[in-house]
């Protein structure tokens, strides 16, 4: 005898066959269920990490401008832009000439 299936994302019981489980968790209505579920702590888990950047971005910065904020950000989630921002920073300080600059440099930039 087989044991029961109980499928706890749908709330229904099965057969315990192998076979009678694949089609269950292959069928939409399954799928769809899944997702459902897991949505709901996926909600949880975002209120919270903005919660905790919130507080962790207050702590931190809270005596900067907005200039600073904005640096403090880009160093920790996009160095790339960062680095970016350094050199276009290091031109303007130059003062070179932004008509000579590559185009897209003068789009995001200007």
């Known amino acids: 005898m087989v044991k029961p299936y109980f499928c706890e994302y749908c709330n229904r019981k099965f057969k315990g066959d192998v076979r009678t489980r694949k089609l269950h968790l292959q069928s939409q209505a399954h799928r769809t269920a899944y997702a459902a579920y897991y949505a709901q702590f996926e909600a949880e888990m975002n209120e919270q990490r903005?919660?905790?950047?919130?507080?962790?971005?207050?702590?931190?910065?809270?005596?900067?401008?907005?200039?600073?904020?904005?640096?403090?950000?880009?160093?920790?989630?996009?160095?790339?832009?960062?680095?970016f921002f350094m050199l276009r920073k290091q031109l303007i300080q130059l003062e070179y000439d932004v008509s000579k600059w590559p185009v897209s440099l003068q789009l995001c930039c200007s």
């Open 50 to 83: 903005l919660s905790s950047f919130a507080a962790k971005s207050k702590q931190k910065i809270s005596s900067k401008n907005a200039n600073d904020t904005l640096n403090h950000w880009l160093q920790i989630n996009r160095p790339d832009l960062y680095a």
